[in-house]
């Protein structure tokens, strides 16, 4: 740090030095993020939790009263995307005019190398939790959920489908054991019911 020994200021050269240092720094970042897409998976987030909440209310109370409830955890998960999509909405509103036109720097840390994020993904892995939700009663736990998690997988981009067909099977298995039979949560089975209770696993 450079100063006058009489004044104790700053002399020119340091703040110039200073300034390059940061035009330098800006000149660094990508700008090549879209504020009306990151805007709009914002308003979308609010909305998904909009659906939760409305889908929620169709959910049948349980025969064993809690504080809780059947409709607890999709109520409390609809709430909180509401809340964290409006936050993040109103946040990219009031910076819009901070950086004349439609791209603005690009946030957080770098991808990995060949594998860059995408919201087009993230959007992806909503809409299939949604068909999950959609086809859950109809298809049954132990079927809609396995493909669900292979066609996660697949999105993520998992490099092999033997270790994604087996870790989703698997951990569908293991899930309905731990939260079916032993947890005594009833998960809807679909067309397998019928074969559940010829083994007696279900009442």
Request: proline share 5%; charged share 15%; net charge neutral.
């Amino acid at each position: 740090m450079i100063e006058d020994v009489q004044t104790g200021k700053s002399t020119p050269s340091e703040k110039t030095g200073g300034e390059d240092e940061e035009k330098s720094a800006w000149e660094k970042l990508e700008i090549i993020m879209d504020k009306r897409a990151n805007l709009a998976v914002s308003v979308f987030t609010a909305l998904v939790g909009v659906f939760t909440l409305i889908t929620a209310r169709h959910i049948r109370a349980g025969t064993i009263r809690d504080p809780i409830g059947a409709r607890g955890l999709p109520n409390m998960m609809g709430v909180f995307l509401i809340i964290g999509g409006i936050i993040l909405s109103v946040q990219q509103l009031l910076h819009w005019s901070e950086l004349p036109g439609n791209l603005v720097p690009q946030e957080g840390q770098e991808d990995e190398k060949g594998y860059p994020a995408s919201w087009i993904r993230a959007i992806a892995i909503i809409l299939l939790s949604m068909v999950w939700a959609w086809l859950l009663h109809g298809l049954g736990f132990l079927i809609i959920t396995p493909l669900y998690l292979v066609a996660c997988g697949w999105v993520m981009g998992m490099r092999s489908w033997k270790q994604n067909v087996i870790f989703s099977v698997v951990y569908a298995v293991s899930s309905w054991l731990i939260f079916g039979p032993l947890f005594a949560i009833r998960l809807p089975l679909g067309p397998l019911e019928p074969f559940a209770r010829s083994l007696g696993i279900i009442a």
